[in-house]
């Protein structure tokens, strides 16, 4: 019984330090924080789902080193957001890339071999970050299962042109400054000074989106 008055005494300091330990989230400021796209509207149709998507180019040394973080962020999403990786089609060699990208997604093998074509871009140099050949591709995407001429096939159907094409308009509508880029509902362009910034403030932009506070 006489220990009790001490251990109230510690709980009483230890609170206002725990306090200090845990501040409140920092309200988002626009302009700061994330822009407003002036012709809003999603990269695909939301469908009750809140849409995240990376304009990204393979080319794009930024984008390499977000890789990393960045799927580790998009594999915690709850079930109710959507990841949607954009290549970006900017036109000249990143054109090449972004019709690579919409070839293996449309093969199935774009989730699997995402990080691995960084690496051969960036890393072990076995991809040529500028004219990059049909052949070259096929090559590549062989060691995922895919025969070269069914994915050099894929790489000039109408599916991965009508994609590419998409792609195209959606990073002149929304505008986007360079790569890489995240877009909440096609609404806010994410701003940041580094990647662990724009990850937490997607992450804050998707709350409110979800609890309609997003204005």
Not at 178 to 181: I, N, R, S
């Given at each position: 019984m006489k220990l009790f008055p001490r251990l109230l005494l510690s709980l009483l300091v230890l609170l206002p330090l725990a306090a200090m330990a845990a501040p409140a989230a920092v309200p988002l400021v626009e302009g700061r924080d994330y822009e407003r796209i002036a012709q809003a509207g999603p990269f695909q149709p939301l469908a009750g789902k809140i849409e995240v998507v990376e304009v990204f180019g393979y080319t794009c040394p930024h984008c390499a080193h977000f890789e990393p973080q960045l799927a580790?962020?998009?594999?915690?999403?709850?079930?109710?957001?959507?990841?949607?990786?954009?290549?970006?089609?900017?036109?000249?060699?990143?054109?090449?890339?972004?019709?690579?990208?919409?070839?293996?997604?449309?093969?199935?093998?774009?989730?699997?071999?995402?990080?691995?074509?960084?690496?051969?871009?960036?890393?072990?140099?076995?991809?040529?970050?500028?004219?990059?050949?049909?052949?070259e591709l096929a090559t590549f995407y062989k060691d995922y299962g895919v025969a070269p001429a069914r994915y050099i096939e894929a790489l000039r159907s109408d599916a991965v042109q009508q994609k590419f094409d998409a792609a195209r308009a959606f990073a002149l509508r929304t505008k986007v400054p360079?790569?890489?880029?995240l877009i909440i509902n096609g609404q806010y362009l994410v701003r940041g000074n580094s990647f662990d910034e724009q990850l937490r403030i997607a992450s804050a932009l998707i709350e409110q989106a979800r609890s309609g506070k997003a204005r």
């Open positions: 580790a962020w998009a594999a915690k999403l709850p079930a109710d957001v959507r990841f949607t990786p954009v290549p970006a089609a900017f036109g000249g060699h990143w054109d090449a890339w972004a019709r690579a990208y919409y070839a293996a997604d449309q093969l199935g093998v774009a989730k699997r071999s995402h990080a691995a074509v960084f690496k051969a871009l960036h890393e072990a140099g076995t991809l040529p970050m500028q004219n990059v050949s049909p052949d360079g790569t890489p880029a």
